[in-house]
């Protein structure tokens, strides 16, 4: 079997290099590459915030940008502060799809759509629970 090196999301934007200042305000994100075209078109920007790496170019007519296309994976982000991540992306002009609270599933965490139409699951372990807690917590929260 082949085996995997890397994966990364790659995200279509209407505005890579605003979307490369907002990764970086939000989460402290590093550019790491960035390469574009002669009329200056980001075909490929990765970003990387600790141990994460994700990619970001301007969308075109093969990768078009929200709300034309796109835009339909929803990113799971993990981090030390919920809160204060939600906090740093809706200064960046994010919008809150659903606010930041603690979760019977033993996590902390809210659901942010960025400037560029990319949603965003900010969460934070709160509980180390078995994957039978999970389930029966999740069984109870959809029940009520």
Known sequence: ??????????LPVRGADAA?????????AE???????PDGAVVHALLRAG???WAVKDGDEYDPAPPDGGGSAILALYVDDADAVAEAMLAGGAEVRFP???QPYGERGGRLTDPFGHQWMVAQ??????PEE???RTKAMFAE
């Open 1 to 10: 079997m082949t085996r995997i090196e890397q994966l990364y999301p790659r």
């Open 20 to 28: 490369i200042a907002f990764y970086r305000d939000a989460f402290g």
């Open 31 to 37: 550019l790491v590459e960035r390469y574009a075209t």
């Open 51 to 53: 141990p994460v790496q």
């Open 100 to 102: 930041v609270a603690d």
């Open 125 to 130: 372990r709160t509980e180390n629970l078995t």
């Open 134 to 136: 999970i389930e029966e």
